[in-house]
């Protein structure tokens, strides 16, 4: 049996095997290409592709992909064999470096957003030579960016890229300022947290709203949620750790650096978690792990729901984006270093990150706006709506100190006695973790913890990494015109504090309170539903920062509000139909048989002795009847209202209507339907409840 170190990255085209295979000359000139950007000439790609193909033919794949990332917010792919026809009749292996640069997949029933009519079918992918290609499903998958037939970006990965360019160009500006020559370049690494839940195959099979939704649209409390904080951190059920272990074992062969695991807060959630890497590869892998989640759990005969709130009642599931910016020669540029105060290049990479969360915090919340998500945000189980941001204590002094030329103390290391001379002593930290902040420092990068489970991580890094470009380029004008240096850059960093502390808040973030303050003496702002905040995209500021740095042109950026909210509303329609159909077909149907059934029994106890009391029976039809009678009402209003809705044309219209009266009623049919499960004997009960869903996987 292998170990993990002579398996890892198996399955990848990576630099060892770019290095073993290569001629010198090329794979330099590849490096280069992935390092600096430099252009890629056709015979270097040919050389390429003849290498990369023998390794996957090697290693038993028989096609090849452009391996892409749609605005579907999943991936995609069209499979092309290696096959040529032979003039013996039979065939040879080929792969050029024409079909490894680009591809012309269909891009009719990809959504666009308006970017190109439907009858403009072709579009292009392009090889995206800085995340390195793997073999999934005995197919050699190259992960690429997605365009149109006249250029406009049909996919996540290229904003993303461009993001990192313009964040690379302006921090360059900052760190030749500081005097430094030696650096290349800048990146940002991302390493995002992944919760999800496992729940049987078999229960998930007999319950339409998980099939068709991802989520339960029905489902009473269960007896026992999470009351007791014992799934938490908790012992790791076999047939879940088997999971976990054979997921681990996927995950590694792809190169993916899966690193931690648990049990999260809810009954049957989990999380996992790897270590940081460049952003884009970071995307991609993130993609695959959702992809490989759900064909591992397959193979156990369970189901991993990536929801963000597939169950009522307890937490749902979130997606936490630990982001940091550092240079090709290993400095991480928000480490602090042992003296913060005095580390004037991380101070100002700080306030770059303050003034951009500040002054774009719309950006941030439209970034990671879903139908799922909106069951999350401000439920007092992850981050509210509002963006705000935690620096800790000792940030929070010195950033007082600067703005007020107070003089700073350090706060004092505090050593940790536990009472029990055998166990260690250590260093305290200086700052706690605050897990109700939607944008936290945690040492040495910042934790945007505002992502739903399902989300592309790609949104959210497009838009922080343009926001903080940004301010490095406000900075970067004013510091070069600078007569004085070292004056210039103390009054910047002071100004950042002053103009933008409202954004930082080291509270709890669940409090009302806080809501209140944020909102009404502070001025933040609250879009709680993704109806609320998406049509800001459109705003002059939002528009006049993406395309400024070249992110996405005007065309794109309406695009992406138009797909967004039409995503919205087709899934919350799709939601309301499948309440309907279950209503009507499986619910009311169920609860009526055991009306029926306890009618007959009390009137044959009535016909056994008339002088028997029926109360029991005669209170469930009673008050069972009354339910029904409320289930059809609301059914027959659901049904009525959402033909309505799709009858209106423009989105943002649509979205708003489906936001002030459709959501309402949705809940009124629920809250029935659950009532009546409360009161109808299990055996009628037409699928699992959630006691079962939760607790059935040991």
């Not at 990671?368 to 189980?381: K, M």
């Not at 056994?608 to 009391?613: A, P, Q, R």
Request: charged share 25%; hydrophobic share 35%; glycine share 6%.
């Amino acid at each position: 049996m292998k170990t993990v170190p002579e398996f890892f990255g198996c399955n990848v085209f990576d630099d060892r095997v770019m290095k073993a295979s290569l001629p010198s000359e090329v794979y330099n000139s590849l490096r280069k290409t992935i390092d600096e950007g430099e252009n890629l000439d056709i015979s270097l790609a040919n050389a390429v592709a003849t290498a990369m193909k023998d390794w996957a033919v090697q290693h038993g794949a028989t096609h090849y992909t452009h391996w892409f990332q749609p605005l579907t917010g999943i991936t995609a792919e069209k499979h092309d064999s290696f096959i040529s026809p032979s003039p013996d009749g039979g065939v040879i292996m080929e792969f050029s470096g024409k079909e490894l640069i680009k591809g012309e997949p269909d891009a009719s029933s990809f959504p666009s957003g308006g970017l190109r009519a439907t009858f403009e079918a072709r579009g292009y992918t392009a090889w995206d030579p800085t995340s390195y290609a793997f073999i999934k499903d005995k197919t050699l998958c190259i992960p690429t960016a997605f365009c149109s037939y006249g250029g406009e970006a049909l996919d996540k990965k290229t904003p993303l890229l461009r993001s990192m360019e313009a964040l690379n160009k302006q921090a360059m500006r900052i760190i030749r300022l500081f005097g430094n020559d030696n650096v290349k370049c800048v990146r940002t690494s991302v390493g995002p947290e992944q919760e999800y839940f496992l729940i049987d195959k078999e229960m998930y099979n007999k319950r339409q709203d998980l099939i068709f939704t991802g989520r339960t649209l029905f489902g009473a409390k269960s007896p026992k949620g999470q009351e007791m904080d014992d799934h938490y951190f908790g012992v790791i059920k076999p047939r879940v750790a088997e999971y976990m272990e054979d997921l681990n074992n996927e995950l590694w062969k792809l190169g993916i650096l899966a690193k931690t695991q648990h049990n999260e807060v809810a009954p049957a959630q989990h999380e996992l978690a790897p270590i940081y890497t460049t952003t884009n590869v970071a995307t991609d892998h993130n993609q695959l792990t959702m992809e490989i989640m759900q064909k591992v759990a397959a193979r156990h005969g369970l189901v991993c729901l990536l929801h963000e709130k597939p169950f009522a009642g307890v937490n749902g599931s979130g997606k936490h984006n630990n982001w940091s910016i550092s240079t090709d020669t290993g400095v991480n540029l928000l480490s602090p270093g042992e003296t913060p105060y005095e580390n004037a290049q991380f101070l100002l990479f700080l306030c770059a990150v303050i003034k951009a969360v500040d002054d774009y915090q719309d950006l941030l919340r439209i970034s990671v706006a879903t139908a799922g998500n909106d069951h999350r945000l401000g439920a007092n189980e992850a981050p509210p709506a509002v963006v705000s941001i935690f620096l800790g204590d000792e940030l929070n002094a010195i950033l007082e100190a600067i703005e007020t030329g107070a003089t700073y103390n350090a706060l004092e290391k505090t050593q940790m006695k536990l009472g029990v001379n055998v166990l260690p002593r250590f260093t305290r930290d200086t700052t706690d973790r605050n897990r109700t902040s939607p944008f936290a420092f945690t040492g040495n990068k910042f934790e945007f913890r505002m992502l739903g489970s399902s989300n592309s991580i790609a949104c959210a890094n497009i838009m922080l990494n343009t926001a903080v470009a940004e301010s490095l380029k406000i900075y970067a004008d004013r510091l070069e015109k600078a007569d004085d240096f070292k004056t210039a850059l103390h009054e910047m960093i002071r100004k950042t504090i002053k103009d933008h502390k409202r954004i930082i808040f080291n509270g709890n973030g669940y409090d009302d309170a806080w809501m209140k303050e944020a909102v009404e003496k502070r001025g933040l702002l609250n879009y709680r539903t993704t109806a609320d905040c998406i049509p800001h995209l459109l705003d002059k500021k939002n528009v006049g920062l993406l395309t400024s740095h070249k992110v996405m042109s005007e065309a794109e950026i309406n695009s992406r509000c138009e797909i967004t909210l039409d995503n919205y509303c087709k899934t919350i329609v799709i939601e309301a139909n499948t309440m309907v159909n279950m209503a009507r077909c499986e619910i009311a149907p169920a609860v009526e048989e055991y009306i029926n059934d306890m009618a007959k029994t009390a009137s044959l106890k009535k016909a056994l002795d008339n002088n028997i009391t029926v109360s029991y029976e005669s209170s469930i039809v009673k008050r069972l009847s009354e339910i029904t009678e409320k289930i059809y009402k609301y059914t027959d209003e659901l049904e009525k209202e959402t033909g309505r809705i799709c009858s209106i044309e423009n989105v943002i219209d649509e979205s708003a209507a489906i936001r002030d009266s459709l959501l309402d009623i949705m809940k009124n049919l629920r809250t029935a339907c659950d009532e009546a499960e409360t009161l109808t004997a299990k055996k009628y009960w037409p699928f699992p409840t959630y006691g079962e869903l939760l607790f059935s996987v040991k």
